[in-house]
């Protein structure tokens, strides 16, 4: 005849209790990490930001569109594009070209060259380094753009900083802490990874937290 096995309820408890604080842990740990995801996809934006009005203080003119790209000494080993086309057209006060825009023929891809060589940001300076395109933490592109190639509709500024493949969870956070919170209006703008031009803001509510967004802001 077998025997019933009675567990002791002070074992039951000490269980459940070290498995609450394990799981509670591990709550922690995944929050801090999505925190500090966040806060260096903020700064990334607010540095980009920052380095198109330096650039634009210090020379006049925007980066990728710079007119006095390798006539004066102070941009002598900086690459204007060649030839003018729908995204190279320099002087024209609008940084031509796509934001994912991955050639030499367009403003928006040597922004980041001039931007770097101004001594705004770091980086590779060699368009074709490998390293060259910025990439954020989730190895998604950051690209810069005008508004009229913004990759979300109606989305304002007369420069479009954007950030691909950006958790949802993460992407409200981004636009609570820098915006208004509401992912379909305001500064920030939220629409689907991949995006090139023309997409439809997404709402808040309508991104899930493990999905995969384009983050893009006016400036």
Known sequence: MSRIRIINPVTIALTLLLGG???????????????????MNEDELRRTAQALREYQQQFRALPGDDPQIGKVSYMQHAISCAPPSSKCMPGN????????????????????????????LDGATDPAAPTYAPRNNEGGRIGITSQQDSPIAGLRGA????????????????????DDGDTANGKIRVTQAGTVQGGTALATDALADGGRYLVCMGS
């Open 159 to 178: 420069q479009i900083i954007c950030s691909d493949r950006i958790k949802g969870l993460i992407a409200k956070k981004i636009d609570a802490d820098l």
């Open 21 to 39: 604080l394990l799981l509670g842990s591990l709550l922690r740990g995944k929050m801090a990490v999505d925190a500090g995801r966040t806060q």
């Open 93 to 120: 006060g609008i940084i031509d070209g796509n934001w994912n825009d991955a050639s030499t023929a367009s403003e928006s891809y040597l922004a980041w060259q001039h931007l770097r060589l101004a001594g705004l």
